[in-house]
T-cell receptor
Framework: KAGVTQTPRYLIKTRGQQVTLSCSPI?????VSWYQQTPGQGLQFLFE???????NKGNFPGRFSGRQFSNSRSEMNVSTLELGDSALYLC????????????FGNGTRLTVT | KNEVEQSPQNLTAQEGEFITINCSYS?????LHWLQQHPGGGIVSLFM???GKKKHGRLIATINIQEKHSSLHITASHPRDSAVYIC??????????FGTGTSLTVIP
């Protein structure tokens, strides 16, 4: 069974640009959640999608958005990039019920210059 | 105040030592997760527990619901155990809050 796949692995963008990251979950998983990891703040929850609907959202500005497709693949978009958006972005998939274990992708490392 | 507090932040041990990492959380969990992150970023879920104790190989995780506290123990530590260990609180609705992580280095 293939694991969670995130693309691209690395990305370099300039301030003001926008970026789209992709996450393909484990087959059969309907929940995809996104996280930002920085040295200063650690792992922080961005949002979670289940069956194409956003179920939960963390405390991030509206520049961070996402969507989920009918095949459960998810994309995350960050608009008007800021230097502080430089981070490792991780997605995780699960069955989406309470207490479902999370399966993480290897992340996309975004650098904003 | 963070919903999840972890200690210690950094830990160095000699190979073979018994290691304990602690995690305290505020109210309202559906489950407590222990995660392992190796250099390069990949995260692996080690345990998910809502009561009692779980064991997998040399790793043991315990949780005390009344005291809102969980521990991760590593017996007979090995250099390949060197990683960042993160505890995470799961809440209803599949939302997670993370501790800041414990960076473990096991010296041969």
């Amino acid at each position: 069974k293939a694991g969670v796949t995130q693309t691209p692995r690395y990305l370099i963008k300039t301030r003001g640009q926008q970026v789209t990251l992709s996450c393909s979950p484990i087959s059969g998983h309907r929940s995809v959640s996104w996280y930002q990891q920085t040295p200063g703040q650690g792992l922080q929850f961005l949002f979670e999608y289940f069956s194409e609907t956003q179920r939960n959202k963390g405390n991030f500005p509206g520049r961070f958005s996402g969507r989920q497709f009918s095949n459960s693949r998810s994309e995350m978009n960050v608009s008007t990039l800021e230097l502080g958006d430089s981070a490792l972005y991780l997605c995780a998939s699960s069955h989406g019920t309470d207490n479902s274990p999370l399966h993480f992708g290897n992340g996309t490392r975004l650098t904003v210059t | 105040k963070n919903e999840v507090e972890q200690s210690p932040q950094n830990l160095t041990a000699q190979e073979g030592e018994f290691i304990t990492i602690n995690c305290s959380y505020s109210v309202g969990i559906s489950a407590l997760h222990w995660l392992q992150q190796h250099p390069g970023g990949g995260i692996v879920s080690l345990f998910m527990l809502s009561s009692g104790k779980k064991k997998h190989g040399r790793l043991i995780a315990t949780i005390n619901i009344q005291e809102k506290h969980s521990s991760l123990h590593i017996t007979a530590s090995h250099p390949r155990d060197s990683a960042v260990y993160i505890c995470a609180k799961g809440r209803a609705g599949n939302q997670f809050y993370f501790g800041t992580g414990t960076s473990l280095t096991v010296i041969p």
